[in-house]
């Protein structure tokens, strides 16, 4: 996996800030917090003690935004693009000297208290999603047995095989590597792939994938792939890349603040160097009034007005069981045009139930059962838990089971044997059970034909159902116009039958997990903003990829980690009041940045004609500011 690292390290940042600064920005803030509180509670007969601690407050809360982000990457940044190109880091620097200078050192600190903390919770949710990628490493295999000219087995690293390189794969272990079955029969779990609750059958000829897990066979098999090309490497490069991609994404804020910037630190000085030629001002009323629209121009309100809607939202959300990583991906939530969910686990239960079953009329039901349930009993397998769970035998029997690779259970008890195996397995099956296999499997359900001595007596369908939640979820974003698709790596009448019932615009099944990424892809392209909503490790790079990663509380530490949402309560209707609340949320924001807005531009003209000072400027400013939170604060309650 070195080839990914790599990459991984080269792609360096543009535009994205560069976080790793250690603890020492996080210390400085809160002691400039601390200052801050205590200068407060000082009267004004300490007043030069006061200033001196909001001034110390300042430089130590906005060391890491103004000094590291602000300075450092502006000088980065200009170095990269030949040309200045400051953030607003920088204005909100000048603007906290101005009001300092000015002699309202609260303002200042404020300013800086506000941004610095609102940059650090973002911060540390994006440092934290991509931290947490890297546990997708400790699941790749690292090691394997190689069989050597003489018949023997070798343990070595995977690194080291070759195409063509044969291998041992015993029971209970990860398989290393892709490539396909040599010899024997066994079942795999390869829910790490396809996120697949039942383990697939597998025998002579069939396609294995690494870092799968091998159930209730040994086999021999042939490495077609390298290390650095199977399948779970391809998701680990797949999620690196889509979470640069995403990171690197700029807002429309984002694209403009370099102008808005460069634009006030132009007039500004101009301002000052032509007022006392072209307005009578004298040298100081020029400073004076360039400072205050200095102070005017800064965006103090509009960056508390953002911050305090948000934290109301992600405040308001986590109560109702909904994890955000950041703003923005609350606000695209609010403006999907499309939205794709795969299946186990997220539009289903993640888990097979029995859903029907069938016994001929000759057969005691109660003494089937009791054969069933001890049969299945001495199995691990996930069909056999659903069918543990479904059915209680009145009566206890002990058979001794063998578990036939490609048969299934088989035990015999009173002089007769019984089987329970896939429908495949039985030969001269009457017609009656033939059409009821076709019908429930025509449903997207799993069949198992129950046998007493070899002759069919029943039959058992399980099927991983749709949660409770899923119907009203899907007609919710269908009658918002936004277009929902159903992507999964099961078949594609499992899938059809399971978007049959939810009444899904569209299925796409049988996709690897590049597929899903591909498919995100085309739904950005065709539709708009997306967004995905999973659980496992195959949905990692379509959860990155989409514009908002939606993942179920219950899901893989992978899959919630590269999330943007995280529904913690696995309660998919969760998805419909994020949704609500989102929009509200987006809804807010531009009444606040509107507000915001007018304003600066207010302060701007009767700054720029005279008509205010320092001191009305400042209460103008924490009024409009006090304004725009009160209004974000309603967020706290909306349901």
């Known amino acids: 996996m070195g080839e990914i690292k790599e990459h991984h390290s080269q792609e360096s940042h543009s535009h994205e800030h560069n976080h790793d600064h250690g603890k020492m920005p996080i210390i400085l803030y809160f002691i400039g917090l601390g200052l801050a509180i205590i200068a407060l509670f000082l009267d004004n007969g300490n007043l030069l003690l006061k200033n001196i601690l909001f001034s110390i407050a300042t430089i130590a809360a906005g060391y890491h935004v103004i000094i590291l982000e602000g300075i450092g990457e502006t000088i980065e940044n200009t170095k990269i693009k030949r040309r200045f190109t400051p953030n607003s880091h920088i204005l909100m620097g000048l603007a906290a000297i101005g009001a300092s200078l000015m002699g309202n050192f609260w303002e200042g600190t404020l300013l800086i208290l506000i941004f610095s903390g609102a940059h650090f919770l973002e911060d540390y949710a ?127 804020i984002q694209k403009f603040e370099p102008k808005y910037v460069n634009l006030v630190l132009i007039v500004i000085p101009l301002v000052m160097l032509l007022a006392p030629f072209l307005l009578d001002w004298t040298w100081s009323q020029s400073i004076y009034r360039g400072l205050v629209l200095l102070v005017a121009a800064s965006p103090c309100a509009l960056a508390a007005s953002t911050v305090s809607v948000t934290l109301s939202t992600t405040s308001n959300l986590a109560k109702q069981g909904v994890l955000s990583k950041g703003s923005t991906y609350l606000s695209q939530l609010a403006d999907i045009d499309a939205i794709a969910f795969d299946k186990t686990g997220t539009l289903t239960n993640g888990k097979p139930e029995v859903t029907n079953y069938y016994f001929a009329d000759s057969v005691n039901e109660e003494n089937i059962i009791d054969i069933i349930v001890a049969l299945e009993k001495e199995s691990n397998h996930p069909l056999a838990n659903a069918i543990l769970e479904k059915f209680e035998a009145k009566n206890k029997i002990d058979i001794e089971v063998t578990n036939q690779i490609g048969k299934g259970l088989t035990g015999d008890f009173n002089g007769k044997n019984y089987r329970i195996g896939k429908p495949t397995s039985f030969d001269d099956v009457s017609d009656e059970y033939i059409n009821l296999n076709n019908e429930w499997a025509s449903e997207g359900k799993t069949v198992v034909y129950v046998a007493e001595d070899e002759e069919v007596i029943g039959l058992i369908a399980l099927m991983d159902v749709p949660r409770e939640q899923a119907k009203a979820t899907i007609d919710y974003f269908k009658k918002l116009g936004i277009h929902t698709t159903l992507i999964t790596g099961d078949s594609e009448m499992t899938g059809k039958a399971v978007a049959e019932q939810l009444g899904l615009d569209e299925v796409v099944a049988n996709v690897m997990p590049e597929d899903k990424s ?45 999330s943007d949402l995280v529904l913690m309560q696995n309660d998919i209707s969760k998805l419909v009041k994020s949704h609500k609340i989102s929009s509200k949320m987006n809804r807010v924001i531009w009444q606040n940045i509107i507000f915001s807005m007018a304003v600066v531009a207010f302060l701007v003209v009767v700054s720029s004609l005279g008509l205010t000072d320092i001191a009305i400027s400042v209460i103008i400013h924490e009024g409009s500011t006090l304004v725009v939170i009160l209004n974000g604060l309603r967020l706290l309650t909306t349901n």
């Open 126 to 252: 994006e440092g934290r999603s991509k931290r947490e990628i890297t546990k997708l490493l400790e699941m790749n295999p690292t090691t394997a047995r190689r069989i050597m000219p003489d018949g023997n087995t070798q343990t070595v690293d995977v690194s080291e095989l070759k195409i063509g390189d044969h291998l041992q794969v015993l029971n209970g272990d990860q398989v290393p590597i892709d490539g396909i079955i040599l010899s024997g029969t066994t079942s795999i779990d390869e829910s790490s792939i396809n996120g697949e609750s039942i383990p697939k059958e597998k025998s002579k000829g069939d396609g294995v994938f690494g870092s799968t897990i091998n159930g209730t066979g040994t086999f021999t098999m042939e490495v077609t792939k390298e290390s650095k090309d199977t399948v779970f490497s391809k998701i680990l490069q797949l999620v690196n890349q889509n979470q640069d991609n995403q990171t690197k994404a700029a807002s429309v």
């Open 518 to 562: 591909n498919i995100i892809n085309q739904q950005k392209q065709k539709y708009g903003v997306t967004a995905m909503v999973g659980d496992g490790v195959n949905d990692a790079p379509a959860l990155v990829n989409a514009n908002v990663g939606i993942a179920m509380g219950d899901g893989t530490d992978v899959a919630v980690d590269v």
